[in-house]
């Protein structure tokens, strides 16, 4: 099996075992306050969730209040959400806080902010109004250290939705324009936002043109970004829409014969085969981010969702797409069974220059088997059944494919591998090229090893193939090092809400042990145990953006603001680190 570079990712969490000790509860109360007006907001939820075991939720009463009052120790993260209201991009409500045995924590003011709306009118090159269309609200995240365009992540009952699931298509900020051209997105929260408007053609109203983005560019490169700030209005973001044409590219689809395999539908009372469920995705690529264009071939721009369908089928084993400007594109087929055997996924790369294309075959290709074992530290009990795994993929079938997380027996084994019948084992894994993740791991453990088929692979990756089956060996280790230490402001005050994040300094490892994140308490003190023995950049951040440090060129730019330690096991370093701040439009 051959093996090729790529990054390892081990998950750094807290810990999901019990304190051997009797717990002493605590008692933690306040009020949710409007920042804007510091008027009390009645009727929030309110969550307290630690870092293992059941979240603590109430409501606040007409007052803004909250209590708990039967709270263990422990670091807890806490959520606020009303309808109509968000997080403020700058807030003096702690959002992290660390309780010990019997306080009484009293007076927490968590703050909220009503949430933002953009609006404005769409018209086509002549003035007029442009409907229907659809207009997309989009951020830019990072996704396996790619930047990507992506719809902006509106906040549901207070929870950014993960960019992996449907919910957060089904959700993301968008509206159509109505008879005069006119729209409005609401629920919007500080940030920095591209608008992309999806239309249809006049002399074929089933025809779907290439996106435009605010104020009226085809390049999202060219784009303007559009910067709410708290509580601030904004003017009516009105966009002309320019005579555009693009082209298509037509391709067919190979699928494996699988005619023999049938998925048992239980709720629909009937069977289906393997691909009857079809999905395409359309990425666009550029130098600065990549574009997610479509997320299935059955959303229509008159559905209240994300985008337009993009493809259309035009015989049985034949497709095209909607038009496209020029660009470098990839596209990704998936299939799969409800409550079947898994995902399967096709991937087909392809370039429009100015005219349409024949962009040859997208296989899919049959899925593979992995089975493995996690060995635990040398007189150190793990326990398995709190552990979580996952296979990362590191192009874009990582966003198609559900999270795999299967549970590891009480013996350490695990497979990614459904068992249909005695004679049938079907894979779960779509061929490519993976990093592997262990997360659930008590505060001092770390991963030492990982060997696919024999070679080792923690920081550098593997490949699967085809229908080929492989098996993963885990070695686990204990105690690591720790690193404790405080963040503090240019006035030398300590900061609450930051993130502190280890970069290890060997760039083959920037995935692999690391990526260790904690988040600061109430009194700006953090805390990383479990750290692999090695050397580290240690950065601590308000306002990062998820996995931001994972690309390089964002590395690099704040490269120098970390602060060097090297890390031995049995060891711990104590650090004071300056915060480096970032706004919302970095």
């Known amino acids: 099996m051959p093996v090729s570079i790529a990054l390892v990712l081990v998950l750094g969490v807290g810990s999901a075992y019990p304190q051997d000790k009797p717990s002493i509860d605590s008692v933690a109360s306040g009020a949710v306050i409007n920042q804007a007006t510091m008027e009390p907001i009645d009727g929030a939820e309110v969550k307290f969730t630690p870092e293992v075991g059941i979240e603590y939720k109430t409501r606040t009463d007409t007052a803004g209040k909250f209590s708990f009052t039967k709270l263990p120790p422990g670091f807890y993260t806490i959520a606020v959400s009303r ?15 660390r309780v010990g045995p019997g306080d009484e924590i009293k007076d927490l003011r968590l703050q909220m902010t009503a949430a933002s709306v953009i ?10 109004a442009l409907s229907p269309a659809m207009v997309v609200a989009l951020k830019v995240r990072y996704l396996n250290g790619r930047r990507v365009l992506l719809p902006g992540g509106r906040e549901v009952f207070g929870v950014y939705l993960p960019i992996d699931t449907p919910e957060y298509y089904a959700n993301a900020p968008q509206a159509r324009t109505n008879e005069n051209g006119e729209y409005r997105i609401s629920g919007l929260s500080a940030g920095e936002y ?22 009226g560019v ?95 089928k035009i015989a049985d084993d034949t497709w095209e797409t909607s038009k496209l400007m020029p660009g470098a594109y990839e596209l990704y087929y998936d299939t799969n069974c409800y409550l079947g055997a898994g995902i399967m996924i096709g991937k087909l790369s392809f370039n429009i220059s100015d005219l349409d294309i024949d962009a040859g075959t997208l296989t899919v290709p049959m899925n593979a088997s992995i089975q493995g074992q996690i060995r635990p530290p040398q007189g150190y009990p793990v326990r398995f059944d709190l552990l979580y795994l996952r296979l990362r993929p590191t192009d874009w079938s990582g966003f198609i494919m559900p999270t795999r997380t299967p549970k590891p027996t009480i013996e350490g084994t695990f497979k990614f591998q459904a068992d249909r019948t005695e004679d049938i084992h079907f894979g779960l894994v779509v061929p490519g090229h993976y990093v592997f993740e262990v997360g659930g ?45 405080i963040i503090k402001d240019n006035r030398g005050e300590p900061v609450r809400e930051s993130t502190v994040t280890l970069v290890p300094d060997n760039p083959t490892e920037r995935s692999a042990r690391l990526w260790k994140k904690v988040v600061t308490d109430q009194s700006g003190v953090f805390s990383v145990r479990g750290v692999v023995p090695g050397i580290y950049t240690v950065f601590a951040v308000s306002g990062q953006k998820e996995e931001s440090f994972i690309n390089p060129e964002f590395l690099e730019t704040y490269q120098s603001q970390g602060t060097k330690v090297r890390v031995e096991n049995r060891g711990t370093s104590n650090l004071e680190l300056p915060v480096i701040r970032m706004g919302a439009g970095n």
């Open 119 to 128: 609006s404005g009118r769409v018209t086509d090159e002549n003035g007029q």
């Open 441 to 485: 791991l008590p505060p001092d453990v770390y991963v030492s090893s990982i060997k696919f088929d024999g070679i080792e692979v923690r920081d550098i990756g593997f490949d699967i193939a085809s229908g080929a089956t492989g098996r993963i060996e885990v070695v686990l280790d204990s105690p690591g090092g720790t690193i404790t230490g």
């Open 218 to 312: 085809t390049d999202p490169v060219a784009a303007v970004t559009i910067k709410i700030v708290d509580n601030t209005p904004l003017p009516q973001m009105n966009i002309q829409v320019p005579q555009i044409e693009g082209h298509t590219a037509r391709f067919k689809v190979a699928l494996p014969d699988l005619t023999h395999f049938d998925c048992s539908v239980a709720p629909l009372g009937r069977t289906h085969n393997l691909f009857e469920i079809q999905h395409l995705t359309l990425i666009q690529r550029s130098a600065n981010f990549d574009v997610l264009h479509f997320t299935n071939t059955d959303i229509n721009i008159g559905n209240d969702n994300v985008a337009p369908a993009r493809v259309q």
């Open 194 to 215: 591209y608008l992309a408007i999806w239309h249809k053609g006049p002399e074929n109203p089933t025809a779907d043109l290439p996106p435009v983005y605010y104020p």
């Open 83 to 97: 309808s109509g209201f968000v997080d403020p991009e700058n807030s003096l409500g702690p959002r992290h806080i």
